[in-house]
């Protein structure tokens, strides 16, 4: 169910509220690689992996692989495309985002954006929250307990196209899981929810 976006604001761990979950993310992963700004191509074996900002790409083994995200989404074919994450908030040290994309166009995309210290990525991660916010669409979700330190969550439909996205804050890391493609079931919410925490552990292993 959808509630307003107040009442989800990012909470930490430990607290009586559940944690609110997205997006680094939605302002970034979601409304760049969900929403098909970032280009894909049908090889994943000639994908580009050029970094245009000072932040080194980080291993794609930061990142849950193809086999994870079909755990979750199996219609979901190959990987399209790997880059930095060029929609991250702040100054980062290391990221990398990678899309993967069913035949009939639905796409799910990761991120993993390192910063210097977690006080930057804390930053980052509020101005993403806000950037979230104001999109046109936005509606706040519930998100799952036990996701990082803080987390955020949300859905954006314009038009017939739903996003889903859930970003995590983790140490120096933010992480970013978002859906394109998805009406935003609860049945499509619990699966992004569980890969979710699937990508937060794998990239602070």
Same mark, same amino acid.
């Given at each position: 169910?959808?509630?307003?976006?107040?009442? =989800?604001?990012? /909470?930490?761990?430990?607290?009586?509220? *559940?944690?609110? +979950?997205?997006?680094?993310?939605?302002?970034?992963?979601? #409304?760049?690689?969900?929403?098909?700004?970032? !280009?894909?191509?049908?090889?994943? /074996?000639?994908?580009? &992996?050029?970094?245009?900002?000072?932040? +080194?790409?980080? *291993?794609? &083994?930061?990142?849950?692989?193809?086999?994870?995200?079909?755990?979750?989404?199996? /219609?979901?074919?190959?990987?399209?495309?790997?880059?930095?994450?060029?929609?991250?908030?702040? $100054?980062?040290? @290391?990221?990398?985002?990678?899309? =993967?994309?069913?035949?009939?166009?639905?796409?799910?995309?990761?991120?993993? !954006?390192?910063?210097?210290?977690?006080?930057?990525?804390? $930053?980052?991660?509020?101005?993403?929250?806000?950037?979230?916010?104001?999109? *046109?669409? #936005?509606?706040?979700?519930?998100?799952?307990?036990?996701?990082?330190? %803080?987390? #955020?969550?949300?859905?954006? $439909?314009?038009? !017939?196209?739903?996003?889903?996205?859930?970003?995590?804050? @983790?140490?120096?890391?933010?992480?970013?899981?978002?859906?394109?493609?998805? *009406?935003?079931?609860?049945?499509?919410?619990? %699966?992004? @929810?569980?890969?979710?925490?699937?990508?937060?552990? %794998? @990239?602070?292993?």
């Amino acid at each position: 169910m959808v509630q307003s976006a107040e009442r =989800y604001r990012v /909470e930490r761990i430990g607290s009586s509220a *559940p944690l609110a +979950i997205l997006v680094t993310i939605l302002a970034g992963v979601l #409304f760049a690689g969900g929403c098909g700004q970032q !280009d894909t191509q049908s090889d994943a /074996e000639s994908q580009p &992996e050029a970094s245009t900002s000072e932040a +080194i790409l980080l *291993p794609q &083994e930061a990142l849950v692989g193809l086999d994870v995200v079909q755990t979750y989404f199996p /219609e979901i074919e190959q990987q399209t495309a790997t880059s930095e994450n060029s929609t991250a908030s702040g $100054t980062l040290d @290391a990221t990398r985002m990678v899309i =993967y994309e069913g035949g009939d166009g639905r796409r799910v995309t990761v991120s993993v !954006d390192r910063y210097p210290s977690p006080d930057a990525a804390a $930053t980052a991660f509020e101005q993403a929250i806000d950037n979230s916010e104001v999109v *046109p669409g #936005f509606a706040a979700l519930p998100a799952p307990a036990d996701v990082g330190d %803080k987390a #955020f969550a949300g859905s954006v $439909t314009q038009g !017939d196209d739903t996003h889903i996205g859930y970003g995590a804050l @983790a140490g120096e890391y933010v992480i970013g899981v978002t859906s394109a493609g998805y *009406p935003a079931t609860t049945e499509n919410v619990e %699966k992004l @929810a569980g890969l979710t925490r699937d990508a937060v552990e %794998k @990239a602070t292993a």
